[in-house]
């Protein structure tokens, strides 16, 4: 067990189901776009440890970049999405493959989607490595997903609780 702000979390995910998922969805994308470069995308803060792993798993050439966007404060979603850094390249007529650490209502996907109709991409895929079906409000498809989980607040491998357990090799669970 481990505490963040004084609230207590518990193990959830091993750091070898995560690598497990990475490498499976990373397979996954190599077969389905096999003489293209894609570019994936990650969206930070949380993504960042997530993106790092996945492309080590991906055998291809392919590009990364990254996006800045937030919608949480504390363990609630705002339900609000706002950009806070946008992409710096033309993606006309490219692969892109957001990397999302985690998906739960549903809101910075649709907002993803919206931003990059206006790029003008070929192909537009939604990768996440944490996905609560519960929470999903959207009609949105997600292209590949690497772990379905309950509709509680985690922590670890990237995703925080007000700016601390990023860095933890495995997710944990906010104790009930």
Partial sequence: MIQLHGKQFV?????????FALA?????VEADFTDEVP?????????FMVVSDFVKHYKKLCEV????????EGTTSTNEVKQLIGLNQDLTGRTVIV???????GNTVAELKELFKKQNVKHLKIA??????DAYK???????IGIRIPNKFIVGFGLDY???GRNLPEVYQLKE
């Fill in 39 to 47: 570019v994936f995308v990650g969206v930070l803060n949380g993504s």
């Fill in 65 to 72: 970049s990254f996006i800045k966007l937030a919608s949480y």
């Fill in 99 to 105: 990397i999302e650490d985690i998906v739960d209502t």
């Fill in 138 to 144: 959207k009609d949105l498809k997600l292209d590949y």
């Fill in 162 to 164: 007000d700016g601390l």
């Fill in 128 to 133: 996440t490595l944490f996905f609560k079906p």
């Fill in 24 to 28: 499976a969805m990373a397979s996954q």
């Fill in 11 to 19: 193990p959830f995910i091993s750091s070898q189901e995560i690598d």
